[in-house]
Structures are given as C-alpha cells and as structure tokens.
C-alpha cells in the first residue's frame, strides 16, 4: 500500500474539490495535488447540471495532473452524498441444514453479509457500504471476527449504507464515459468520519457531525461499531438564505456575512458591535446589529439540533452513551461557536470541531473543515476495516445487488 497514488473527488453543492495524494505509511498521506471550483451542478447530492459538471472535473483534472505530474485515467474515490442516501442496521443467520457443526470461512461470512443486505435494500438501490457489526455462534456473546471458529448455526449483524440507482449511475456515467475514470462510491459522512474520528472515539462512543452546504451527516459510534447514521436535509447554506432574505442582500453577500459577523450562538455576539451592509443600486449602505443577525442564524443552526435530538430519542439513546462526545467538521462548521452552540444543546456532553490530520502538505490543513470528506476519500484504504463492499469501481453496479443467496441452496438452511 506504501507509495500508491491516489485520486479522490468530493462532489460538494457548494464546490466540487479534487485531491490527489500519496499513502507514505499506515497513518499517514502525503498529498500531492488539492483544487476546488465552485459549481452548483450538484443539489443535495443529484446532479442537476451534467454539463457544468463535467466541464468542473475536466478543470480540476488538468489543475491535479498538472500539480501531481501524474495522467489521472484509472480509478478514483468518489463522494455521494444528499438525501437519497438511506442506512439500516440488518441481520440475518445461516445453520447446517443437518444440524451438523462447519466451520466459519471468509466465503460464509460474506453470504451472510450478502443477505443483510438483500433482504433490506430493493433492486433499485446499490448498496454502497455494508458495514459489519459483530456476530454471534450458536448463541455467543457478540464475536468481532468469526473466521475460523465452529458452530452449527451463526447469525450476522450489519449496517448497511444505500442509494439509489439511477443516481449512481449518472454520476458513474459522467466519470466512465466522459472521462474515462472508473467510480469508487463512497458515502461523504463515512470518508468524512473514518478520515477523522480515532479508534478511541469509536470505541468510547461518538457522535459525528458533517455539516455541508445543503444537508448534516449524523454518524454514530459505540464500542468499535457505526451503529447509526443520518443525512439531515439542513445545511449551512439554510443559514445563508435566512441572512440574504433577511437583509434583502445576495446570497454571495449573505455568505460573507455569514463567515465575518455570525456567531452560531448569539449570547456571543456583540449587541454593541455593528457592521455597514451596502444597499442595492445605491451609494449608500444601512448598520446591521451583529447580535441581530446572529440570531437569526442561530435558529436555523437549532433546526440542525434538533432533528439530530429527534434521532436520538428514536433511537433510544442517551447522551451518556456517547462518551467522547460529539464530534463537528464540514464545510458548513466554519462559523464562529457551533461548537458552544451544541454544547448549550447537549449540556454535560463534551463539543469540539475535528482538525484535519495526518497529512502532508505545503500548506497547513489543520484547520480546513471543509476538506474533511476529501481527505478522508483520499485515506480510504487506511482507515477502511469494517466496510464488506466492493472496492474496485462500479463496472456493474446493477448485478452487484443482484440477490444470490439461491447459490447456497441445499448447504445451508
């Protein structure tokens, strides 16, 4: 794995990123090429403009080559993302049809990964992730790696992460044919999370948080395991409309705003602090209270909480479960105390933005939030341990998720 190039892109609504980057050891990544565009050919993960998007890859295509002096033509890691992206915990078990013991190989194990998926996900979505979560023998405690053990019947769980078809064939469309680059999908929030929580995080109980422009990745771990993830379909650009509606600016002018003078919790913004806003086709400009302002974003940032309370309490999980705390990146974060605003939310619960780390670079990236996905496509092979999908491109995704537990017929019941 040493010295392997790899090529990722992250299909954002805001901007479409790409990054090329070296794997130098088992933690670490040297990157070797990092572009951004802004585009809005893609909303809430659908491509919305085909064209606007592959002249935005093409741009960025000749930028990293011509940085990494590499040709990119291969494979690359590719980010999906928005609301048709659905997850489901799944189970299912296999026993000898003779109540005879066999033992545990890697092909039962992925028979029975196989069907939790099956039985879960319809023909018309591709799985992307299927994500194991521990086994069971006859009746054992939860097992983490069930190779090689005996047993007369063995029963799987799984966390399964899928989209549906006819968007991952557009966007595998635009890269195969146009640009002769073969798709690895990936779900953003988990690049996003596996590039960024440690093994403690996992293992103590976290709950990451990706903040994008149109939609919130919610992901969940306990005990080594992802055990929940949700995309929210609120975003920071909600934050961006509210401001631009608001003070009956654009959108571009409500997004500097945003960054400049918003405080996500607006007990610490300044009431005695103004700024001047210009006024449309005038010479003039008008003073806007930051305190004011902030307020309005904070609403909207509450929205986010919110739903995230909600999938909790659906879930029937307490706060005190999440040891290591909750956990924010993404592009939409970068505005002043989030961080405080979720710790209002989630009294007792330890909130921190997640820095970029463990890369390379001639610039400092500790910092940019908003490359958390990128960089996390680009580690995939590092951080990858517990996902059972395929790794190797869509060639063919619609036999993928073809059912083919009627191979093992007469084996296994």
Request: aromatic share 6%; with cysteine; charged share 30%.
């Amino acid at each position: 794995m040493k010295n392997r190039i790899q090529v990722a892109f992250d299909l954002g609504s805001f901007s479409i990123k790409g990054a090329v980057g070296r794997i130098i050891n088992e933690n670490q990544i040297e990157i070797l090429s990092i572009r951004s565009v802004k585009t809005d050919s893609i909303d809430s993960g659908d491509i919305v403009d085909k064209e606007s998007l592959l002249k935005s890859l093409e741009y960025l295509i000749e930028k990293m080559e011509k940085d990494a002096k590499i040709n990119i033509d291969e494979d690359a890691w590719v980010s999906v993302s928005g609301k048709n992206i659905k997850s489901i915990n799944s189970s299912t078990r296999i026993r000898s049809k003779d109540n005879s013991e066999f033992e545990v190989d890697e092909t039962t194990e992925q028979k029975l990964l196989t069907q939790c998926a099956d039985i879960q996900v319809s023909s018309d979505r591709y799985v992307l992730h299927n994500i194991k979560r521990g086994f069971f023998i006859d009746g054992s405690s939860l097992i983490r790696n069930p190779l090689g053990m005996i047993g007369r019947s063995i029963d799987a769980k799984s966390h399964v992460i899928h989209i549906k078809n006819f968007n991952l064939l557009q966007i595998d469309h635009c890269f195969r044919d146009d640009l002769s680059i073969h798709v690895n999908p990936i779900f953003d929030g988990l690049a996003a999370a596996l590039g960024s929580l440690s093994k403690d995080d996992q293992d103590l109980g976290v709950m990451f948080i990706d903040v994008g422009a149109d939609k919130t990745n919610m992901l969940l771990y306990k005990d080594n395991y992802l055990i929940h993830s949700k995309v929210i379909p609120i975003g920071s650009k909600s934050v961006t409309k509210d401001i631009a509606a608001y003070l009956q600016t654009s959108i571009k002018r409500a997004e500097s705003i945003k960054h400049e003078h918003v405080s996500a919790l607006s007990d610490f913004a300044d009431p005695e602090s103004n700024f001047e806003l210009p006024i449309e086709n005038d010479d003039l400009t008008k003073s806007i209270n930051q305190k004011e302002i902030s307020e309005i974003a904070e609403l909207r940032y509450e929205d986010i909480i919110d739903q995230i309370k909600s999938e909790m309490k659906l879930l029937r999980m307490d706060m005190s479960d999440i040891r290591s705390g909750i956990k924010i990146t993404g592009g939409g974060s970068n505005v002043r105390n989030l961080d405080l605003l979720f710790k209002k939310h989630f009294e007792g619960t330890k909130c921190e933005y997640l820095s970029i780390s463990n890369t390379v670079f001639k610039e400092n990236l500790e910092d940019r939030r908003e490359l958390s996905t990128l960089i996390g496509l680009l580690s995939w092979p590092i951080f990858n341990t517990e996902d059972s999908s395929p790794t190797v491109g869509v060639k063919n995704f619609k036999s993928i998720t073809k059912n083919i537990s009627s191979i093992w017929k007469g084996f296994f019941e």
